[in-house]
């Protein structure tokens, strides 16, 4: 399927966001960990990300409560949802019975042999059920002893929130240090918080070390809020559109969340895109999107901390004409697809030409002998669409280019459902034109 794209007559959006998907897929791990109902877990996420760690978790009550049923080891299909792979790695290490989880084709070509040798180390029983280092798995879940363990700090978050959600029910807790650079911090902080609202004992006692005491869960009523890696597209549109006097908002978001894409607020106002949160009552603020003043001619930013706004803020700029140098995106290698491949792949399909620095630096020097101000670079070919890659993230970063090129054209689009099954939807109440070809 492909969808066609084009510029609203007149823009005009106060979107509901979906619930965070970090918070949710944590929510119900948590949740589960402390031998609670789903119940007691609201506002989650409709994505197939959350779905998919629903199912499985709603597989393992059905076990804890019933007994095994069956003589083969129950599946546990995660499909395109690495959170719910690493998550559920470390749960079925710790959970009676035994269990295989597997994935799509791409998820089992993405490596989860730094999980499962920390998982190891720790007790665990797992066994590769096919190439080494990757899925699918079979896990025989035991008691584990936990203890000290260390880890290099730039692997995925994931990994080190997977450990950290575990380590309360581990005979000795878990002391977790980590070498070197720590990307993608503001996560585990996520995972850390949510924790101690579930009773856990889990803090920083040193710049590189964790520390969890064996400390069971309570179970606890959880709220998920709106997702802030949403709201990014959003700020994006806000920068691209030329409309006078443009009234917008979003609701759902809470300016002080745990979530580090709340960093969206600070980034897109040095793009002049301002956001005011208007407290409606406490569970739905209303956060209110201003365009004010000149946008810079260059852009430094370091995504370390926040990968996952990367797709955004590049295309953003590229289609402003805002040269930029974007580091940290060590971790986009080894997301659902390969992130830095796929950007400079696609965005020479609208004649944007990035620079590429080993595995972590992106630049765009801007087009060469261009007026300040004009965007003639943005040539598409005839018959470009914009390809996807099982990626919802560059669906959605590339949607907005249709308020710049007038159109464009977006295949595969239904990836969206990992993470914002509704962003068509909310683009077309927006004013934009969304036609399946």
């Known amino acids: 399927m492909k969808y066609c794209i084009k510029t609203p007559q007149k823009l005009s959006f106060d979107v509901r966001l979906p619930a965070s998907k970090s918070i949710s897929n944590r929510a119900l791990m948590l949740n589960a960990l402390s031998g609670a109902p789903m119940g007691l877990v609201s506002n989650i996420s409709d994505c197939d990300d959350t779905n998919v760690m629903m199912s499985a978790l709603f597989l393992l009550d059905t076990e804890r409560r019933e007994g095994a049923a069956c003589m083969m080891p129950p599946v546990v299909n995660v499909k395109a949802a690495g959170t719910a ?10 959970s009676p019975g035994t269990h295989t989880i597997t994935g799509t084709e791409r998820m089992c070509h993405r490596p989860i042999g730094i999980l499962v040798e920390a998982l190891r180390t720790l007790g665990a029983q797992i066994e590769y059920l096919g190439e080494e280092g990757f899925p699918p798995l079979s896990i025989k879940g035991t008691r584990l002893g936990g203890g000290e363990l260390e880890l290099k700090g730039d692997v995925s978050s994931q990994y080190i929130s997977a450990l ?3 380590a309360p029910l581990l005979d000795n807790g878990l002391t977790l240090k980590l070498k070197g650079e720590i990307v993608s911090r503001p996560y585990i902080d996520m995972t850390l918080a949510m924790m101690c609202e579930h009773g856990a004992k889990a803090r920083w ?3 590189n070390t964790l520390r969890v005491e064996p400390k069971a869960y309570v179970p606890t009523p959880y709220s998920v809020e709106a997702d802030w890696s949403a709201a990014s597209y959003w700020y994006e549109i806000m920068l691209l559109q030329d409309q006078r006097n443009l009234a917008t908002s979003l609701r759902g978001l809470f300016p002080k969340s745990i979530q580090g894409d709340s960093a969206v607020q600070e980034i897109f106002r040095k793009l002049s895109v301002f956001s005011a949160t208007l407290a409606m ?3 739905t603020p209303k956060t209110v ?3 004010n003043g000149r946008v810079p001619k260059h852009l430094e930013l370091d995504f370390t901390k926040t990968p996952d706004l990367a797709q955004t ?3 953003a700029c590229a289609l402003k004409g805002i040269t930029f140098r974007c580091s940290g995106l060590q971790s986009l290698r080894i997301k659902e697809t390969d992130r830095i491949a796929a950007l400079q792949k696609e965005l020479a399909k609208i004649g944007v030409r990035v620079t590429i620095e080993g595995d972590s630096v992106m630049s765009w020097a801007g087009p060469k002998n261009q007026p300040e101000g004009e965007i003639a670079y943005l040539k598409p070919l005839p018959d470009t669409a914009i390809d996807t890659y099982d990626d919802h993230r560059m669906a959605m970063a590339f949607a907005p280019a249709a308020l710049v090129l007038g159109s464009i054209v977006i295949n595969d689009p239904e990836v969206v459902s990992k993470s914002y099954p509704n962003f068509w939807e909310d683009l077309k109440e927006a004013g934009f034109e969304v036609s399946p070809l």
């Open 281 to 283: 009552d406490e569970m």
């Open 289 to 291: 999107l201003i365009r």
């Open 164 to 166: 950290l959600m575990i």
């Open 205 to 207: 006692t040193a710049k």
């Open 313 to 315: 803020l590049v295309v």
């Open 85 to 94: 792979m690493r998550f559920l790695t470390a749960l079925l290490s710790v």
